[in-house]
Each structure stands twice: as structure tokens, then as C-alpha cells.
């Protein structure tokens, strides 16, 4: 049982430049998703999602895009990567589509550290 | 918006004891609380409910206030595997999380 997997662990981007950061989960969780985490600043929500086909937008949206086509995968999506964008990034999920309930215990993935030059 | 956690660190001496608190502006469905040691993810430790439920994870147990919008996390007799930084986790909104800024405890021999 694999968890939460991400990928890239490390990433080198020039300004300007796209990529994405992929997130997938192996314990059919219906609740996905992103958080960048700098210094001083905590854990900060991206996008999230409840859902295959549903999306949201967190604290810090601006910059970023998010799609959920399957239960599995929720990939973030960095269309032109800003130095304000370097930071590491945690990819979550949850059983339960409420944050609220008992079973909503985060499960996060190991992290992807990004660096944009 | 954020949650704010005070204080921002603290150093204990092994055995001693220590409290974390949480508070947040808006009203809240329930609290989470959050362990990550350096380098690696953030480990769950507990879910608090409506209701000032108190939940306990080995020595480590929390209370919340949802009158006060607060919680608190209570660490008795620390041992050195308790280092880290904790995280407070609010749920404004039944499906929106937000954590707070962190609180960083080292544990001395």
C-alpha cells in the first residue's frame, strides 16, 4: 500500500517555464489536496478537491491550476513558474469529503521541493 | 485566513511539560493538530469535534473551545521523540483545511 505518492521529489525550473507536479493515492479518497509550505509561513492551501470532477480553490490559487479526472490522481499544474513559487509542496488526501468528521485525518505525501530561478 | 498558533517555539528539557494553543477568527467545524519532523511530511495526531471534546494520542491531548473558536494541545512529560513542528489545522467550511503558522519544540536531554 503505496500511500500518497509524489512526483518529482526535486525540481529545477527557469522563470517562464511550466510543469507538473503529480499526486497520486492508492486508498480510494475521495478528498485531494495541495499545500506549499514555506518558512514562517505554515502549511498553506493551493486547490483541494472533494471529488473526481470537482475542484476548489484554497488560500493561495493565483498561479496554479488543478484538474481531478479520477479518484487517483489530482496534479498541480504551475503554468509560468515565478521565483515566488520556489517552496516545497505536499500533496494530501482524505476518506472523508468533509474536513469536519471524524474520519477526516490527512494523509500527506513525502513532498516536492521546487526551486524556480 | 490562517489560524494563529502561540508560541511560535519552545525549548523543554526532557520530562518537562508543554502547551500549544490554536485560535482562529472565524468559526469552526472541528480542529486538527499535526506533527512534522525536519524533512519530512506532517504526521496526524488528532481530530477534535464540536462539542469541547478531548481526545488523547499516548501523552499528548488536546481541548477545544468552539465557543472561543480555540484549542490547545498538551504535551505531559515530553520525551525527545516529541521534537518537531506542530500544526494546528482548522476546518472553516466543512471541506476547506487551514493550518497555522507552526509551533517549533526542541526537546533537550
Known amino acids: 500500500n503505496a500511500g500518497v505518492t509524489q512526483t518529482p521529489k526535486f525540481q529545477v525550473l527557469k522563470t517562464g517555464q511550466s510543469m507538473t507536479l503529480q499526486c497520486a493515492q492508492d486508498m480510494n479518497h475521495e478528498y485531494m489536496s495541495w499545500y506549499r509550505q514555506d518558512p514562517g509561513m505554515g502549511l498553506r492551501l493551493i486547490h483541494y478537491s472533494v471529488g473526481a470532477g470537482i475542484t476548489d480553490q484554497g488560500e493561495v490559487p493565483n498561479g496554479y491550476n488543478v484538474s481531478r479526472s479520477t479518484t487517483e490522481d489530482f496534479p498541480l499544474r504551475l503554468l509560468s513558474a515565478a521565483p515566488s513559487q520556489t517552496s516545497v509542496y505536499f500533496c494530501?488526501?482524505?476518506?472523508?469529503?468533509?474536513?469536519?468528521?471524524?474520519?477526516?485525518?490527512?494523509?500527506f505525501g513525502e513532498g516536492s521541493r521546487l526551486t524556480v530561478l | 485566513q490562517q489560524p494563529v498558533q502561540s508560541p511560535q517555539a519552545v525549548i523543554l528539557r526532557e520530562g518537562e511539560d508543554a502547551v500549544i494553543n490554536c485560535s482562529s477568527s472565524?468559526?469552526?467545524?472541528?480542529v486538527h493538530w499535526y506533527r512534522q519532523k525536519h524533512g519530512e511530511a506532517p504526521v496526524f495526531l488528532m481530530i477534535?469535534?464540536?462539542?469541547?471534546e478531548q481526545k488523547g494520542h499516548e501523552k499528548i491531548s488536546a481541548s477545544f473551545n468552539e465557543k472561543k473558536q480555540q484549542s490547545s494541545l498538551y504535551l505531559t512529560a515530553s520525551q525527545l521523540s516529541y521534537s518537531g513542528t506542530y500544526f494546528c489545522g482548522t476546518a472553516q467550511g466543512a471541506q476547506k483545511l487551514v493550518f497555522g503558522q507552526g509551533t517549533r519544540l526542541t526537546i533537550n536531554p
Open positions: 494530501a488526501s482524505s476518506y472523508s469529503k468533509l474536513a469536519g468528521v471524524r474520519t477526516g485525518e490527512l494523509f
Open positions: 477534535l469535534l464540536k462539542g469541547g
Open positions: 472565524k468559526a469552526l467545524y472541528s
